[in-house]
């Protein structure tokens, strides 16, 4: 029998659910279907959704555009988490809508970081090719 805790990563129906997710939300919130006052005006990018094994709970990954304020925004997007989880039960077709919590995506923050450390002249020296091969 299978074990129930894999630890190779989501198995392909929780990939597939979060994408259905991440596409779901992303279109409710560019045609501004969820009618929270506290998202009112807020501009955001969910970039990953990870569903848990049962489906029942998914954590939103999001930014806002330009960078500025994520935090604020995912505070008021938890606080607003039951309007958005209505639209959403309204748009994909799941046995259960799962239960939301947004979180900060710090992948973009890495990826500078990472860009910033192999543009730094230590780096670019130790990468140049050698001359004498």
Same mark, same amino acid.
């Given at each position: ?11 392909? +129906?929780?990939?597939? @659910? ?12 560019? +045609?501004? #279907? ?13 970039? #990953? ?8 709970? @998914? ?19 938890? @606080?607003? @988490? ?23 995506? #710090? ?27």
């Amino acid at each position: 029998m299978a074990s129930r805790f894999s630890s190779k990563g989501p198995s392909q +129906r929780q990939l597939r @659910a979060g994408e259905l997710i991440r596409h779901a939300l992303s279109e409710a919130f560019l +045609r501004g #279907e969820v009618h929270a006052p506290a998202l009112r005006g807020l501009d955001m990018t969910v970039t #990953e959704v990870r569903a848990s094994p049962d489906l029942r709970n @998914a954590t939103v990954f999001c930014t806002t555009l330009g960078g500025r304020d994520v935090d604020e925004a995912i505070r008021k997007l938890n @606080a607003a @988490a039951g309007a958005v989880r209505g639209v959403l039960g309204r748009k994909i077709d799941l046995k259960f809508t799962p239960a939301l919590t947004f979180k900060r995506d #710090e992948s973009f923050d890495e990826a500078r970081r990472i860009d910033t450390l192999l543009s730094s002249p230590d780096v670019r020296r130790d990468l140049k090719p050698s001359s004498g091969d």
